[in-house]
């Protein structure tokens, strides 16, 4: 598992944080009186079911039927019609192994004698395991379903439509990129597939006419074709969400605004903005066409809302239990109810049920959780200001007890394309208990914040996100409750480079640093990700061919003499992501230098840890170093 021995925690024990267990749900039954939930409660996420009353409340809320027992985890959704025709609820499975991401789809009923153990007990539907299929949508009669593939090259992912009653499937759109399938319109003609581009934040989304593509896979420019939202700068376009009548979908989208908000278009290309609340937004549509969902990133925070999908008249806020993220909204078939996760600092993720008739709001499930919640600490928002007077904006968790100095642990997000916002989570949590504070900024690069700060550290400016955390530095010594000399770096995948790049090129600012997954090397990092995803990364972080002498110089194993700071890497040896080499190479030149750095892999994981029992072995580890390095 290691390739060295640390000691144990010696301060308070970690485990009861790292065993609060969350649940989300995954899908309607097709008559509503069913809710798929995904919870960790086997230590991995694997698929419940959750039976409703006649009332649509739970029978029995604090019980869940459990479906599968994976040892990966395993994500699951109903058929919207058994393909069969036998009348039984069907399920949609999709799972890989040891975290290689090599997805393969399956079926299932929902109601085995016992939990399902691996994929030998499933109904095989696409897969060959040296290539990924990742579900896009199924058809509401339920007899196709579309797929997106890379196993054409083993590069390009193409997008695939299967008949389910039949077997037979081809290729109906192909342009030699990188696609996904993103669902069908209700009458089945249209399959909307999202296509990137090779420009940072970027997207395209294609309407394809099923009733016009030939044998051969559809292509840019075909008659089959159509794109929705065209765009000559970059920006992001999200799949339809439609009326039942197919005559016209609402769907996300930024092409010319700084934030994403709501337009509505029709298939023969027409389309305009119908509601904008300022920050970036989502939408969906219920099956019956009685509800439009509008939900926005308010600051990091989720706001909801019903609106007629008619007149666009706000018919009722949806109700959230607390001031944190909501996702996974999903409408009952007959659109009375709307389920969803949500999560805060103070609130573990459970699943809930909004009823639009009632306006009642009912917990569907309450996942265990052995620590006191009383001593949940909520996260203030604070923005500081960076090299060039840019404000940063970032989330900030301080002890509840004691008066300081505290010592600090920054928590860079990964991605870059992404976004630290207002969830639970068990190790902050866990650090802000031991005294430690935790500070979480949304770096320029973040999302969330416009398009003009997402794109703030592409290529050239990879650096000046990296110099961010100078700012943040500066900004400590101004708060009297926070110690400035006793701080560490903690992220994971980009999260992680950030990480290595703060202790190489900032090395009298920061005391330590915990690098989970994370790259060493830019260049060797693209040169060996997975050729599916190397020009995906490429368009952010430059490319091998054009932007090398970049590449090496924001690259942390560049300037490795300068770092001197104790370092804890972890990292799973299947990651296809990240390679194991991006921290092995650095670890053993630290280790040649006489730097104290500790690595530690996990050989059945991928990008990150997804197993219980790989995260109770490994972060009481990183609670321990950054205990002893810190002083706390």
């Known amino acids: 598992m290691t390739d060295a021995t640390f000691p144990p925690a010696t301060a308070a024990d970690i485990r009861p944080y790292l065993e609060i267990r969350t649940a989300s749900p995954s899908g309607w039954s097709p008559d509503g009186g069913k809710l798929l939930i995904s919870s960790n409660l086997p230590g991995t996420s694997q698929v419940h079911r959750l039976d409703l009353g006649a009332a649509g409340l739970p029978r029995a809320a604090e019980e869940l039927v459990q479906l599968t027992d994976f040892e990966e985890p395993i994500g699951a959704g109903y058929l919207p019609a058994d393909p069969t025709g036998q009348g039984r609820d069907r399920l949609l499975l999709a799972t890989d192994r040891g975290g290689n991401e090599r997805y393969q789809l399956y079926t299932a009923g929902d109601a085995p004698p016992e939990p399902l153990t691996g994929p030998d007990d499933l109904e095989p539907l696409v897969v060959d395991e040296e290539f990924i299929h990742r579900p896009g949508g199924v058809t509401r009669d339920g007899t196709r379903i579309a797929y997106a593939t890379n196993r054409g090259d083993g590069v390009a992912f193409d997008s695939w439509v299967r008949d389910l009653t039949t077997g037979v499937e081809r290729a109906v759109y192909a342009s030699g990129g990188w696609t996904g399938p993103g669902g069908f319109s209700p009458d089945g003609r249209y399959l909307a597939v999202s296509e990137l581009t090779t420009r940072p934040g970027d997207n395209k989304v294609l309407l394809v006419d099923l009733e016009v593509v030939g044998d051969a896979p559809s292509a840019p420019g075909d008659d089959a074709v159509h794109e929705l939202a065209p765009h000559e700068d970059p920006a992001s376009v999200g799949t339809p969400s439609w009326l039942p009548d197919s005559s016209a979908f609402f769907f996300a989208t930024d092409v010319g605004r700084e934030y994403s908000g709501i337009a509505k278009g029709t298939p023969d290309g027409h389309w305009e ?17 009685r509800h439009l969902l509008v939900a926005w990133n308010d600051d990091g925070r989720t706001r909801a809302e019903l609106r007629d999908p008619t007149t666009l008249e706000v018919t009722a806020e949806v109700p959230l239990p607390g001031n944190g993220v909501a996702g996974g909204f999903r409408f009952s078939r007959d659109g009375r109810y709307v389920a969803y996760s949500f999560s805060s600092p103070l609130v573990p993720g459970d699943a809930w049920r909004y009823d639009t008739d009632t306006g009642e709001l009912v917990r569907l499930t309450v996942s265990p959780c052995d620590v006191d919640p009383d001593t949940f600490v909520d996260a203030e928002l604070v923005r500081f200001a960076s090299f060039d007077g840019l404000e940063i904006p970032a989330f900030v968790f301080t002890p509840s007890e004691g008066e300081g100095p505290f010592p600090v642990v920054v928590v860079i997000h990964g991605g870059p394309e992404s976004q630290f916002r207002p969830s639970f989570a068990p190790l902050t949590q866990y650090l802000v208990a031991e005294g430690f504070a935790v500070v979480a900024p949304n770096v320029r ?4 914040y416009g398009r003009t700060y997402q794109q703030l550290d592409d290529v050239e400016k990879r650096l000046d996100s990296v110099r961010d955390l100078e700012g943040l530095h500066d900004w400590l010594a101004t708060q009297p409750h926070l110690d400035q000399d006793r701080a560490a770096l903690y992220g994971g995948s980009y999260g992680g480079y950030m990480v290595l ?15 989970i997954v994370g790259m060493s ?6 040169e060996n990700t997975a050729e599916w995803r190397r020009a995906f990364r490429e368009r952010e972080y430059g490319s091998l061919e054009h932007d090398r002498e970049l590449l090496e110089a924001a690259s942390p194993i560049t300037h490795v003499e300068s ?3 104790p370092l804890f890497i972890v990292h799973g040896a299947n990651d296809p992501r990240v390679p194991l080499g991006e921290a092995e190479q650095i670890h053993e030149i630290l280790t040649e230098r006489g730097i104290r750095s500790e690595l530690r892999v996990y050989h059945d994981e991928g990008h990150g840890l997804a197993k219980l029992a790989n995260r109770i072995d490994c972060y009481p580890r990183v609670a321990a170093f950054l205990h002893e390095v810190l002083h706390a």
Not at 445 to 448: E, F, L, P, V, Y
Not at 521 to 526: A, E, I, K, Y
């Open 273 to 289: 903005y119908v509601v904008e609340p300022g920050w970036d937004a989502g939408c969906a549509i219920d099956w019956t066409g």
């Open 563 to 565: 770092m001197r700071a």
């Open 445 to 448: 690069g973040s999302t969330g």
């Open 501 to 515: 790049a703060g202790l190489a090129f900032q090395p009298d600012r920061w005391a330590a640093g915990v690098d």
């Open 521 to 526: 090397n830019l260049v060797t990092f693209l």
